[in-house]
């Protein structure tokens, strides 16, 4: 990224070194056409178009504070100190935002993530999301939403789309690599008004055996179904754009089922496979078929892992999470609405 990107160095008195630092909060996103497959890792390009809707539950809350004459990062998650992987994808992506700079200081980052991490609950968009806008507040830069989306990206895919409240449009950006880095951000979508709930069926908050950037790589590469998924993926984006200025909520559900589970199909492919869906999962879309049947709009859909959403109207939720929460067992179950884009804290509350 480059100045005339849309991102511009501050003055000093509004940079993070206080005590208290940048703080800024963001929520998950669940995508309704999904993202799978990279055509560049170190940008973070996807090969296909996405769309999601933000939510208004499991906010992560991250604070940046610059700590002059510091000789390394310190990342909290949660109260605890980061290390290994997730240290390291942190403060890589704390370079970039020194780098756009021109600073070396060290940071001292907290994140509180109320989501269980890495259980396909997008715990990464509403993280590299609350970070991009806290790291960019605290190093003193201007960036404007599509410049904060494109940095959020580089830290996670779907975290670009966390960036903005409700209905999202990710686009994959094309040509060039420069081009398509350039052409790589999200929006916010037209749509008309629609009651739609995400009820959240949490059947297993452990981490992921399989991380999602290692699965996708290996579907891009051997599974023979991702080439089709990805060209009926593109359909499906149409289509969805179009329900949406519709506001006809059944053909949104019908479209992010299919997608999805045609997403799955070609992790299924790929080889050696990579299966996300647990027993219980399939248990949870028995039940949305189920609902279905009875006269509920429901729809499914499922990340890299095996917790299930369902798409309904609010008016629904209740009785669709309660249907859920009878065959989930242990299992948590939430209802999320459509929720706001990132924001920073107000200085009075840091
Ligand atoms: C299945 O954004 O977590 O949730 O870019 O490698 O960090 P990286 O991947 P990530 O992948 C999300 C994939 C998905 C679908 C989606 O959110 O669109």
Redesign the pocket.
């Known amino acids: 990224m480059r100045a005339e990107d849309g991102v511009g160095v501050v003055t000093e008195s509004r940079r993070g070194s206080a005590v208290g630092g940048v703080r800024a909060v963001a929520h998950p ?3 309704l056409v ?3 497959g ?1 055509r560049d890792e170190g940008l ?1 390009l996807p090969r296909v178009d ?1 769309l ?1 809707l933000t939510l208004d539950i499991f906010p992560t809350t991250t604070s940046v504070c610059v700590v002059p004459g510091a000789v390394g990062d310190v990342v909290r998650l949660n109260g605890v100190p980061a290390s290994g992987e997730v240290l390291g994808r942190v403060c890589g992506f704390v370079d970039l935002v020194r780098g756009l700079a021109g600073s070396s200081e060290r940071v001292v980052v907290d994140s509180v993530n109320t989501v269980p991490t890495g259980a ?1 609950l ?1 715990s ?2 509403s993280g590299f999301a609350a970070l991009a806008l806290a790291a960019v507040g605290a190093f003193g830069l201007e960036v404007d939403a599509r410049g904060l989306s494109r940095l959020a990206r580089r ?5 670009s789309r966390s960036v903005f409240g409700g209905f999202v449009v990710w686009h994959a950006g094309s040509g060039s690599l420069v081009e398509a880095d350039l052409g790589s951000f999200a929006e916010p979508v037209v749509a008309a008004e629609m009651d739609p709930a995400l009820v959240v069926a949490v059947v297993d908050g452990g981490p992921k055996a399989v991380s ?2 290692v699965a ?1 790589r290996r579907t891009v590469a051997t599974s023979p179904l991702y080439g089709p998924w990805a060209a009926s993926s593109a359909v499906d984006l149409v289509e969805m754009r179009a329900a949406l200025v519709a506001g006809d909520l059944e053909v949104v559900g019908e479209i992010a089922e299919r997608n999805a589970l045609g ?1 799955h199909a070609t992790m299924l492919a790929a080889r050696p496979g990579v299966r996300y869906m647990s027993p219980a999962s399939l248990t949870v879309l028995d039940c949305v078929g189920q609902l279905r049947r009875d006269g509920v709009l429901a729809y499914a859909t499922m ?2 892992g095996p917790n299930v959403k369902v798409l309904c109207r609010q008016v629904d939720a209740e009785q669709v999470a309660k249907s859920v929460r009878e065959v989930v067992g242990d299992g948590a179950v939430h209802i999320a609405r459509p929720g706001r884009g990132a924001y920073l804290l107000p200085e009075d509350d840091r």
Do not use: E, T
């Open positions: 996103n669940i995508a999904k993202y799978w990279k973070v996405s999601s396909g997008a990464s968009a830290g996670s895919g779907s975290a999602s950037r996708m997403m990340d890299a």
